[in-house]
Nanobody
Framework: QVQLVESGGGLVQAGGSLRLSCAAS????????MGWFRQAPGKARDPVAR????????NVTNSVKGRFTISRDNAKNTVYLEMNNLKPEDTATYYC?????????????????WGKGTLVTVSP
């Protein structure tokens, strides 16, 4: 069992930056691939970024490529999402996700564990 708690969301102006953190419980954190998804009101929960257990492999969705970076610190049981040059269309609730399979973090349907989410609002 893995419990995930996100933090770092808030209100920011367009062009600004935020850093989301996701703290995970459990001694097996380093064996899980981790990811971030986001969901805007009335829309599906979409993948944003994922990282494998060691941090060697990462993937970010095209709409945030060059602006968002995912990283992890296995010693701290924490995964991060650094978000720069934020745009109003980035406004959403951001969810941390954990899965035993890196590939499954490309689709919300297959995710093993979810956090409760943190709201990011980007004003024009």
């Amino acid at each position: 069992q893995v419990q995930l708690v996100e933090s770092g969301g808030g209100l920011v102006q367009a062009g600004g930056s935020l850093r989301l953190s996701c703290a995970a419980s459990g001694r097996t954190f380093s064996t899980y691939a981790m990811g971030w998804f986001r969901q805007a009101p009335g829309k599906a929960r979409d993948p944003v970024a994922r990282i494998n257990w060691s941090g060697d492999w990462t993937n970010v969705t095209n709409s945030v490529k060059g602006r968002f970076t995912i990283s992890r610190d296995n010693a701290k049981n924490t995964v991060y999402l650094e978000m720069n040059n934020l745009k109003p269309e980035d406004t959403a609730t951001y969810y941390c996700a954990a899965d035993s399979a890196y590939a499954e973090l490309a689709n919300a349907y297959y995710v093993d564990y979810w956090g409760k989410g943190t709201l990011v609002t980007v004003s024009p």
